[in-house]
């Protein structure tokens, strides 16, 4: 990680978010490696399709070992998010509502008037809590059983970490789903099908899940209308 002084705070951030939280022991190095492997190297990120967020890496590991793939929270994470769950009497499910400016769901944004009928309409059955930053609206978190983990002072890792604890998941395909998606957590889901399409048919082809994924875990390029996410919830919970 190069530590540029006009660009300091985004690399402290990601080592106090990301390797901290991991129950492995990372030694953090000053600039570019000396040695020749280390990863992702020169040659891969010249080749082509290479990107950060890709899969492609993780499903070649997968064929080779078939092994869970698994984020691996240290202890004091797992505690503090236990602590959280038990105080939620109902199922738990955890959901992101993706929101980035300007909010076109075919960038993979939540359609918050069918999600909030879905939360409504569940409101007596389960607790929901949202993590996540994205801007919702008031009416949204005004609905009866629905928490905000930010509004619980809650940092970013501790809500990842809370997926774990879950009963299911439930959001828009992004960064903060892939809590779930590498959990053994039932959940599912929802990316645009005009968003990415190239790079969902290279990684997904015609499937629903992932080569890594449970049977219990979906990937749905579809619409998250209120009617979907009702099928999504009862095939969580059931």
């Not at 106090?16 to 939280?21: G, H, T």
């Not at 039932?186 to 992932?210: A, C, I, N, Y």
Request: net charge neutral; charged share 25%; aromatic share 10%.
């Amino acid at each position: 990680i190069d530590y540029d002084p006009i660009t300091q705070i985004f690399p402290e951030r990601v080592i106090s978010i990301v390797f901290k939280s991991s129950s492995l022991r990372f030694i953090i190095i000053k600039g570019k490696p000396e040695t020749a492997f280390y990863w992702p190297s020169e040659e891969m990120i010249y080749e082509k399709n290479f990107s950060y967020y890709s899969f492609s890496r993780l499903i070649n590991f997968h064929k080779s070992g078939m092994q869970p793939v698994r984020l691996a929270w240290n202890y004091l994470l797992i505690d503090e998010a236990k602590s959280i769950r038990q105080k939620v009497e109902k199922k738990l499910i955890c959901i992101h509502l993706k929101r980035v400016a300007p909010f076109d769901i075919k960038e993979a944004n939540a359609d918050i008037r069918e999600w909030k009928v879905f939360l409504s309409n569940n409101n007596q059955r389960v607790s929901f809590i949202i993590i996540g930053d994205d801007p919702l609206p008031q009416e949204i978190l005004e609905i009866e059983n629905v928490l905000s983990a930010n509004g619980m002072s809650m940092n970013l890792a501790l809500q990842l970490c809370l997926v774990n604890f879950s009963d299911g998941f439930i959001g828009m395909a992004s960064g903060i789903c892939n809590a779930a998606n590498f959990s053994k957590v039932p959940h599912v889901l929802f990316k645009h099908p005009e968003h990415h399409t190239d790079d969902m048919q290279r990684e997904l082809g015609d499937s629903e899940s992932f080569i890594f994924s449970t049977p219990k875990q979906l990937l749905l390029r579809k619409e998250g209308n209120a009617k979907r996410l009702q099928e999504a919830l009862t095939f969580i919970i059931n």
